[in-house]
């Protein structure tokens, strides 16, 4: 397409829109577009008709194999924030739970002061953090695997202290 005229590429492009614009309102009828989306189509509608351009609704794509639909980053200056990547969570776990580790924990009294999380509630918080973590992996995305493993070392630590923990190979008796 390097070759052709300006007026061909714009024609090739104004196809390639109208194009989409009407594989869009084929798919509207099983499943309606999100709002911003569509402001979008039909910001692209009335640039296809003449009525000159439009600024479309800027925002970066947030993919659930890579970014968490949990959070947004909002230090980046986009309207409604960025997609959070699994990487960048998983920094911010490790960087929250070394500054714990680091900290003085104050004395209290055992165990009128401290939260109680029985065998039952650990187990099943650790198959949930076990299940995420498989899940993590399986969307092959660099920052969903160091979150993966983030998430099963506190499997490992939430383990452990159970009967459960006890029976597994290598575990100290």
Same mark, same amino acid.
């Given at each position: 397409?390097?070759?052709?005229?300006?007026?061909?590429?714009? +024609?090739? !492009?104004? =196809?390639?829109?109208?194009?989409?614009?009407?594989?869009?309102?084929?798919?509207?009828?099983?499943?309606?577009?999100?709002?911003? /989306?569509?402001?979008?189509?039909?910001?692209?509608?009335?640039?296809?008709?003449?009525?000159?351009? =439009?600024?479309?609704?800027?925002?970066?794509?947030?993919?659930?194999?890579? /970014?968490?639909?949990?959070?947004?980053?909002?230090?980046?200056?986009?309207?409604?924030?960025?997609?959070?990547?699994?990487?960048?969570?998983?920094?911010?776990?490790?960087?929250?739970?070394?500054?714990?580790?680091?900290?003085? /924990?104050? *004395?209290? /009294?055992?165990? =009128?002061?401290?939260?109680?999380?029985?065998?039952?509630?650990?187990?099943? *918080?650790?198959? !949930?953090? =076990?299940?995420?973590?498989?899940?993590?992996?399986?969307?092959?995305?660099?920052?969903?695997?160091? !979150?993966?493993?983030?998430?099963? +070392?506190?499997?490992?630590? !939430?383990?452990?202290?159970?009967?459960?923990?006890?029976?597994?190979?290598?575990?100290?008796?």
């Amino acid at each position: 397409m390097t070759d052709e005229d300006p007026a061909r590429r714009y +024609e090739v !492009l104004r =196809q390639a829109a109208r194009a989409v614009l009407e594989a869009s309102a084929a798919a509207a009828d099983a499943a309606p577009p999100y709002p911003a /989306h569509q402001r979008n189509l039909e910001a692209l509608a009335r640039v296809l008709e003449g009525a000159g351009p =439009q600024r479309a609704e800027v925002r970066e794509i947030q993919d659930p194999d890579m /970014h968490m639909l949990s959070r947004r980053d909002y230090e980046r200056g986009m309207p409604n924030g960025a997609p959070y990547s699994f990487g960048a969570e998983a920094e911010s776990i490790r960087r929250s739970m070394a500054l714990d580790d680091a900290a003085e /924990h104050p *004395v209290r /009294h055992w165990p =009128q002061e401290y939260p109680t999380l029985t065998e039952l509630k650990a187990m099943t *918080v650790a198959t !949930l953090l =076990q299940e995420l973590a498989a899940r993590l992996r399986a969307t092959g995305d660099a920052g969903g695997a160091r !979150l993966a493993e983030v998430a099963l +070392e506190l499997a490992e630590d !939430l383990l452990t202290p159970t009967f459960a923990g006890a029976q597994r190979p290598g575990a100290a008796r």
